[in-house]
């Protein structure tokens, strides 16, 4: 039996294999000179490396019998994952040139999908199918919206775009594995399962990526209520990415939910125009071409 999919029919799914910021020191407060817009940021990068393998695992683990296109476009998500983890690993070694230590905020996200390993195989697939989704509509705001990048360093600010393309580009993949492996389920199991995952990785990303956050501010000598209100201000209040994801967040419980339903390919077009504009994205170049 097939699972339909809104996936568009000629969507093609395409790694970009770039790298960044390979011959540059990323300054320590690369986001604008602002420690808790790079503390965020950072402590995101942080948990890709093993968060992105995680996700490779748990949907290839269900990839017999999927049809064709699926199965190719579950090649295309992991060749994306992995560049995308090797370019997080170098960004996080610069991170930790610059003199942040990330091991706490490595270790906690190891302890959570250790737990979460111990589990049915299933639920790795529905907490990534989750995961995706949040992946995706923070890509999506992070395109959609060039306040949130404003001031950041260019190879930097170059890495999270480029990656927020391909997860855009590659959101549908696990919540079509996913549906293909739960296509003996009923409606109701599938929605209640799904429900309560996302609660959950939900409530875990929140509280995991703040307080990731709030380590390295702490590094930074940023600590007490003060560091707690600036952080909030920024994740929720401005430029508030938290707050401006709740409706794209609430739409994943509705009845015909799929990832696709938000056609939002214009993003990926965008980013890949801007490339072909400009084919060498040095930083130097680049101010060579602002002083020009
Ligand atoms: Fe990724
Ligand atoms: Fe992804």
Redesign the pocket.
């Known amino acids: 039996m097939s699972v339909a999919s809104v996936t568009p029919a000629d969507l093609t799914i395409v790694p970009r294999d770039r790298r960044f910021g390979r011959d540059e020191q990323t300054p320590r407060w690369w986001h604008g000179g602002d420690p808790v817009a790079t503390a965020l940021y950072n402590a995101l990068s942080s948990i890709f490396p093993v968060g ?1 393998a995680f ?1 490779i695992d748990s949907v290839r683990a269900f990839r017999d019998g999927v049809d064709e296109r699926l199965a190719e476009d579950i090649r295309n ?1 992991t060749t ?2 992995v560049v ?1 983890s090797r370019e997080h690993l170098a960004f996080n070694r610069r991170a930790t040139d610059a003199g942040y230590d990330l091991s706490a905020i490595e270790q906690k996200v190891k302890d959570r999908l250790a737990l979460t390993k111990k589990k049915p195989k299933i639920v790795s697939l529905a907490a990534t199918m989750c995961l ?1 989704h949040f ?2 509509i923070l890509a999506h705001e992070l395109l959609a919206d060039p306040r949130h990048l404003a001031g950041a360093d260019e190879a930097t600010a170059d890495l999270w775009r480029w990656h927020a393309t ?2 855009i580009e ?2 549908g ?2 919540y079509d594995t996913w549906m293909h492996a739960t296509k003996d389920w009923t409606r109701w199991k599938r929605w209640s399962v799904k429900a309560r995952v996302m609660l959950l990785i939900t409530r875990n990303f929140v509280i995991d990526r703040t307080a990731g956050a709030l380590d390295l501010l702490r590094q930074d000598g940023i600590t007490g209520p003060k560091a707690v209100a600036r952080l909030l201000w920024f994740m929720w209040v401005k430029p508030g990415m938290m707050r401006k994801i709740g409706g794209a967040w609430l739409s994943f419980f509705l009845p015909g939910f799929h990832p696709w339903n938000d056609d939002d390919r214009h993003l990926i077009a965008a980013y890949d125009a801007g490339v072909q504009d400009a084919p060498d994205t040095s930083r130097q170049v680049r101010r060579a071409q602002k002083a020009a």
């Open positions: 992105e996700f998500f994306q994952e995308h995706e992946t995706a391909e997860e590659h959101k993949v696990a």
